[in-house]
């Protein structure tokens, strides 16, 4: 019998409908108002309040010197911010888009990724890079980039991705307390698209361990981000037709729950993975390996997948086209199935 994620908090009287942007908003403000060595930069991310309001009235809280309006150049961030961790503060960088970040990979991939190992862990990066991504808000080119992998392979930092406000809220506050630096993953799709109670006090949703959104019997469904809802969708369909869907919300990209992943599949015997990012190099690839190597002699079916297309995130409504649909995943499902 599979077993859900304990989340661990102190408890609080009252809790509050938020969105997810409100959570996030909410853990920097507990994290700032908690430890001084917080500091938070970003473009616009002071008077303006960042692009999604994510950071919304904390520079008129905290100042300019601890929530600060960096100059346009993501590379020029990320190299300051290292520089703030390995001298005793808490960084938290704001790149405006996911798609944004490339001309700091350089920076993330030799030294933010690196600099534990390489002091023999005399020094330690404790600083959360955050970065809104995907599809599905019709932004124009290279906004809706979904490139999680490129992250997932790289030794030495943890990738998370939170679907709800809730687990936003908890991610975030884990990830800043964290010693070694983590990558948050803010499905811009989801900003606003639901509320949900969210505990006013802090608490932590632990990295590396993933969701049971749904118990089902016939078949695993495995998403994270924006597509836990399109999985929800899916299932209720599926459900209409007597399939019974078991949902798996990964929460954390690096290093991933494959003890949850594994424990589900020898249960339903089948498989389908929704992300999406393109079709080739993406993270259902190792989810497939996993599952190979955990539970393979439980298989009924091969594992399906539903994403993205191995193009450029296309402009405007065509994001429609590019995304999986409920319909898409539904397909799938009878896919492996029938086999």
Excluded at 229 to 253: F, H, N, V, W, Y
Aim: proline letters at 6%.
């Amino acid at each position: 019998m599979m077993t859900q994620v304990k989340e661990s908090h102190q408890k609080s009287e009252t809790a509050k409908q938020m969105t997810l942007i409100q959570a996030i908003n909410d853990a920097m403000r507990l994290m700032l108002e908690e430890d001084d060595r917080t500091v938070i930069l970003g473009e616009d991310i002071g008077k303006n309040g960042g692009v999604f309001r994510a950071t919304d009235g904390l520079q008129e809280v905290f100042g300019e010197e601890r929530v600060v309006d960096t100059p346009l150049s993501e590379a020029g961030i990320i190299g300051t911010s290292v520089g703030l961790a390995v001298n005793g503060f808490r960084p938290v960088a704001e790149i405006q888009f996911l798609g944004f970040i490339y001309p700091a990979y350089e920076q993330i991939m030799t030294h933010v990724s690196r600099i534990r190992m390489r002091s023999m862990s005399r020094f330690t990066v404790p600083m959360v890079i955050r970065a809104p991504y995907g599809a599905g808000i019709r932004a124009p080119e290279i906004h809706s980039d979904s490139t999680e992998t490129l992250f997932t392979h790289m030794p030495g930092i943890k990738v998370v991705c939170p679907s709800s406000p809730y687990d936003a809220k908890g991610l975030l506050i884990a990830a800043m307390e964290d010693p070694d630096p983590v990558l948050v993953l803010e499905p811009m799709k989801n900003y606003r698209s639901k509320r949900e109670e969210v505990p006013v006090g802090k608490y932590t949703v632990e990295i590396g361990k993933g969701k049971l959104v749904r118990e089902g019997a016939d078949v695993t469904l495995i998403a994270w981000g924006a597509m836990v809802s399109i999985a929800e969708k899916a299932a209720e369909q599926a459900e209409k037709k007597g399939i019974s869907c078991e949902i798996i919300d990964l929460r954390t990209l690096y290093p991933i729950d494959s003890e949850m992943i594994a424990e589900s599949v020898k249960k339903t015997t089948r498989a389908v993975i929704i992300h999406e990012a393109h079709h080739t190099g993406g993270l259902g690839n190792d989810i497939i390996s996993i599952i190979n190597d955990t539970a393979f002699l439980y298989l009924r079916a091969p594992i399906e997948r539903i994403t993205g297309f191995d193009v450029p995130v296309p402009f405007f409504s065509l994001e429609e086209h590019y995304l999986p649909t409920p319909e898409r995943v539904v397909e799938g499902i009878e896919k492996v199935l029938h086999f």
